[in-house]
């Protein structure tokens, strides 16, 4: 089933094909390409121009059968994921019910409580004015549910307002249209709670929640939750921020780790059992989809299911596991469930990792090997950073296009953070087990486990890993495309050598340089626009010419989210512009970012340290003139072409030249695009 491919046929063909491996690509570029016409502007019959190539496979193969037969399975697979793309978005985009106030009812999905004592929830199996929803709903409560916890059914009401596209301020919002979160609701006073509800994983998260929260202090409970669970929003900012500058923060994503040790524990203890094969191949399977239950079914941890279910197959009927077929089954399988997985986050972090280690990692094993051959010694740690190195490369173009930074300290950090964690999950999740069963010897039993956490956040704490980041420049598409042909040749998959092989990795590597250079370039007589919103919060924008890079702020955003931002379009504000009456408190979220200059409206006194601050109703900066009007918004002008920044954050609508209204790319300024993410 997954072991397809021959030994003797690596010379055969210019790339070694797996149809697991081929099948899943096929939906990726489908879907990819549904979503680049349906958000991007590019017409769907550009797709015609994938049939070149494929002629091109069908001409040249050696063997014409089994190439039209590839050629076959990726039409038909690359329809069904642009279709499937195409249909879901047509059903998320089906929104029945208008803006207005109605009276709700649902049952709470998830609950996060701010620490002003507001509340975030989003509420399943929801109901208006007594109809039935057609979709999931974030509710904003802007008042405390102490009371409250998932599965509750609650009752309320409130504004409801219709989600609108699932692209905004140029992102994607992947988890909306896989949450199925239509419409979104604001409601000033708390809920009535109408008793419990929610299905067994709810219940088993709420155990787990409650055991955690009752028996630990807050911050190691946090900690327990989020690496069981994979639920995050407990852990204090600061700690997690330093954690993700560390470049171990995947560990509290459950993915291939979790799964694959708790699934290896399992299988472990059976076979030291000397269980029959009938029950200890199902029985650690079924157990890690419960899991992967409990875990809310994240793509991450339903990809490493599919993953172990592959090798379970595998070892039941006597196969010879291939990692890439796995890795091709899995990801094909989810993307066959729901296309729209492709653009998640969390989706293409843990394929990406896991197609590193079983396609990429040999190939940087063997730039060590001279090494290792002299010091057997150093051969497993030696492979463990091949590892690393691999990982890190597949994940580069991912990780700078979503936070704008990699962790250098990553790779030093996860080769003791990996063997350390192996070793600990599976005390803390049999911890967990039994204070769930025994509550009243709860904290004894999460002694240990608990101490380890406190280390683990004490020693995140006292360190700064902020200062060795890659950042500053993203990845285009063209260039992050073109960056994995590059890992896919080096990886030996492609039976090219000698001179075709260096005049192909030249050709590449200068594309992805020059591909790279102009995505993050800002041409003379241009201005770029990029914006960071969140409903109800904050809202920032910033605005890059040649010379300058101005940051409007409105609202009070976390130091750690507004550096991410930075991050991820290569900023270093030369000012900053803030918007909200209380500027005093929004320029707190600004001491850990260097500028040089503060601007507020003539009515505003701001007080910041060893910055220059200007309380002026119109200003100019690098040929953009800003203008404050009394509504609150902020008009900008340059090149004849005038904007507007909103300047309630209270508002739902956050507008930037809203004379321009379209979603991504707004208007052309000479030779400028201003573009929105």
């Not at 409601?187 to 709810?202: H, K, R, W």
């Not at 030249?506 to 990029?530: D, E, H, K």
Request: proline letters at 4%; one cysteine or more; charged letters at 15%.
């Amino acid at each position: 089933m997954f072991r397809v491919h021959k030994e003797g046929d690596t010379e055969e063909d210019f790339v070694n094909l797996r149809p697991f491996a081929v099948g899943a690509a096929a939906l990726a570029t489908g879907a990819g390409f549904c979503y680049a016409a349906l958000f991007c502007g590019v017409h769907f019959l550009y797709a015609l121009l994938f049939l070149l190539p494929l002629g091109m496979i069908l001409v040249f193969a050696r063997r014409k059968r089994r190439a039209a037969v590839y050629v076959f399975l990726f039409l038909a697979l690359f329809g069904v994921g642009m279709g499937g793309l195409a249909l879901r978005m047509e059903s998320y985009g089906a929104q029945q019910f208008r803006e207005g106030e109605y009276a709700l009812s649902g049952e709470i999905s998830e609950l996060t409580e701010t620490e002003d004592g507001y509340a975030r929830v989003l509420l399943t199996d929801v109901s208006a004015d007594g109809r039935e929803l057609d979709g999931n709903v974030t509710v904003y409560f802007y008042a405390s549910l102490k009371n409250g916890e998932e599965g509750m059914r609650i009752s309320f009401t409130g504004d409801l307002s219709p989600a609108g596209s699932a692209l905004r301020y140029g992102v994607f919002r992947a988890d909306m249209v896989l949450g199925n979160i239509k419409y979104t609701a604001t409601c000033s006073a708390s809920p009535v709670y109408e008793g419990a509800g929610g299905d067994l994983f709810t219940a088993v998260r709420t155990g787990i929640r409650g055991a955690l929260y009752g028996s630990l202090p807050e911050e190691e409970a946090a900690l327990a939750y989020a690496l069981t669970t994979g639920y995050t929003d407990g852990i204090e900012e600061g700690l997690m921020e330093s954690v993700r500058y560390g470049g171990v923060a995947h560990v509290f994503a459950v993915s291939g780790m979790h799964i694959g040790v708790f699934y290896g524990a399992l299988a472990f203890l059976l076979k030291k059992m000397r269980a029959p094969k009938w029950l200890s191949v199902p029985l650690p399977l079924v157990a890690a989809f419960l899991f992967c239950g409990v875990c809310g079914f994240s793509s991450s941890a339903m990809r490493a299911f599919l993953t172990c279910a592959a090798t379970a197959v595998c070892t039941l009927i006597g196969i010879r596991r291939d990692g890439i077929e796995a890795a091709g089954f899995a990801c094909g399988v989810i993307l066959l469930a729901d296309p729209v997985y492709l653009l998640s986050l969390g989706f293409q972090l843990s394929a990406a990792a896991y197609i590193a280690i079983v396609a990429l990692a040999p190939a940087a094993e063997k730039c060590f090997s001279p090494l290792s051959r002299r010091v057997p010694l150093l051969r497993k740690p030696l492979s463990a950073v091949a590892v690393m190195l691999a990982v890190q490369l597949c994940l580069l173009p991912v990780m700078l296009n979503a936070f704008g930074y990699v962790s250098v300290w990553g790779i030093l950090l996860n080769l003791a953070a990996l063997p350390l964690f192996t070793f600990y999950f599976p005390f803390l999740l049999a911890g967990v087990l039994l204070a769930c069963l025994f509550p009243a010897a709860a904290s004894v039993i999460l002694f240990l486990p608990a101490a380890a956490l406190s280390l683990f956040a004490l020693f995140f704490r006292a360190a700064d890993f902020s200062s060795l980041l890659v950042k500053g420049f993203s990845f285009g598409f063209a260039a992050a495309v073109a960056f994995y042909l590059l890992l896919l040749l080096w990886s030996g998959r492609v039976n090219a050598r000698g001179q075709t092989a260096s005049a192909l990795a030249c050709f590449l590597a200068a594309f992805v340089f020059v591909s790279g250079l102009l995505t993050n370039y800002v041409p003379p007589q241009t201005c770029r626009v990029v914006q960071m919103c969140y409903y109800g919060d904050y809202c920032c924008a910033l605005v890059q010419t040649e010379n300058a890079d101005v940051l409007l702020v409105n609202g009070e955003v976390s130091s750690s989210r507004l550096q991410t931002f930075l991050f991820l379009h290569g900023a270093a504000p030369d000012a900053v512009v803030i918007l909200s009456d209380t500027a005093n408190a929004v320029a707190g979220s600004l001491l850990f970012t260097d500028f040089r200059v503060a601007y507020v409206p003539s009515d505003v006194t701001l007080s910041l340290r060893d910055r220059e601050t200007v309380s002026a109703d119109a200003f100019s900066v690098d040929g953009v003139d800003y203008v404050f009007r009394p509504s609150g918004q902020l008009f900008l002008s340059y090149a004849g072409v005038t904007g507007v920044f909103n300047g309630t954050a209270a508002s739902a609508d956050f507008s930037l030249f809203a004379a321009e209204p379209r979603d991504g790319l707004i208007f052309t300024i000479e030779r400028g695009i201003l573009s929105v993410s």
